[in-house]
């Protein structure tokens, strides 16, 4: 079987996220069910909860906010996305919890913050959806401390190429996701990072990452 195949970034990246952004406005409802109702999805985010550092923690592309709801309260906790949609069902995610976190819509590739002001960016399950992720890898590494820590999990090939594993990362990209070589990109802006094959055979992997 073939190495890993990495996927080049958009011809065109407003066409790209036009398509992505209507998706998900689309099927925010029945993503939110899904997050919650299927055990593994939340197994696999909820291994970015013993990671995070605060006091003032970031997480970018939330989502329908389910992981936010499981850490916000500890934190001085903001978040960004790109969708409307997700943004109004995380804020009801969060007020049905009795938690709160500062949420607006905003892209990753230009985020409202100032250099250095957050302790922790958590980023799950998104790169591969962002059309310049080494963009998205620099903004990320801008808004965050010296020292300060990324919390990231997404897709990439099972490093011993088993082959469903390596099946379910191309399934990914057969249905429009992006799959990047995330620690180059990582190592290409100044991170140090410990990878983690944490399930799908191998296709999911978290990294947690220093800013150096």
């Given at each position: ?19 992505f ?18 055990p ?5 985010l ?9 006091p ?5 592309s939330?989502g ?6 499981q ?8 978040g960004?996305d ?28 230009s ?5 250095g002001?957050?302790?922790?960016v958590i980023?799950t399950?998104?790169?591969s959806g ?8 620099s ?19 099972p490093a011993?190429?088993?082959?469903l594993?390596t ?6 990209k ?6 990047r070589?995330?620690?180059k ?13 944490i ?8 990294y947690?990452?220093?800013?150096a």
């Amino acid at each position: 079987m073939s190495g890993p195949l990495y996927s080049d970034d958009p011809a065109d990246a407003a066409s790209f996220q036009t398509r992505f952004d209507k998706f998900y406005t689309r099927t925010a409802r029945l993503y939110d069910i899904a997050v919650r109702a299927l055990p593994i999805w939340k197994t696999w985010l909820r291994c970015a909860l013993p990671h995070i550092e605060g006091p003032r923690v970031l997480e970018v592309s939330f989502g329908t906010g389910y992981l936010l709801t499981q850490y916000a309260d500890r934190f001085e906790t903001h978040g960004i996305d790109y969708n409307a949609r997700m943004v109004e069902t995380a804020r009801r995610n969060l007020a049905r919890r009795g938690a709160s976190a500062e949420l607006m819509q905003a892209n990753v590739e230009s985020l409202p913050y100032e250099d250095g002001h957050f302790d922790t960016v958590i980023n799950t399950m998104a790169l591969s959806g962002y059309p310049d992720a080494g963009r998205a890898i620099s903004e990320i590494r801008r808004v965050l401390k010296p020292g300060g820590r990324l919390v990231l999990i997404d897709i990439n090939y099972p490093a011993d190429g088993n082959w469903l594993g390596t099946r379910l990362t191309r399934a990914w990209k057969v249905s429009g996701d992006l799959v990047r070589d995330t620690a180059k990109l990582l190592a290409e802006n100044g991170f140090e990072f410990e990878e983690t094959e944490i399930g799908g055979f191998g296709s999911v992997h978290m990294y947690v990452c220093r800013r150096a």
